[in-house]
């Protein structure tokens, strides 16, 4: 099983920048992909960034060119930067992991950092 921590979330004002990290533990061997979703209040939980190996990339388009996505294998983290950060993207961010179970795949998911943007 793996175990999902995210943090770096918190209050930004218009215009400004976080960067939250995700750090996987326990049984991470396999983990082929991860990435974030974003849940807004009132609205359904959307794919923002993921990371598949080989360092393939897909971005949610209304964050392309402000959201950049990345690992260190070392520290077994990924992390979203966020710049140009807009009211619109206030919601609770969470980080998933996939990982290989024969010919499928289990996904696991952190609890979630809030980030919320407002002057």
């Known amino acids: 099983q793996v175990q999902l921590v995210e943090s770096g979330g918190g209050l930004v004002q218009p215009g400004g920048s976080l960067r939250l990290s995700c750090a996987a533990s326990g049984s991470i061997f396999s983990i082929y992909a991860m990435g974030w979703y974003r849940q807004a209040p009132g609205k359904q939980r959307e794919l923002v960034a993921a990371?598949?190996?080989?360092?393939?990339?897909n971005y949610a388009d209304s964050v392309k060119g402000r959201f950049t996505i990345s690992s260190d294998n070392a520290k077994n983290t990924a992390y979203l930067q966020m710049n140009s950060l807009n009211p619109e993207d206030t919601a609770v961010y969470y980080c998933?992991?996939?990982?290989?179970?024969?010919?499928?795949?289990?996904?696991?998911w952190g609890p979630g950092t809030q980030v919320a943007v407002s002057s």
């Open positions: 998933y992991a996939d990982k290989a179970s024969g010919s499928t795949f289990i996904r696991s």
């Open positions: 990371l598949t190996s080989g360092s393939n990339t």
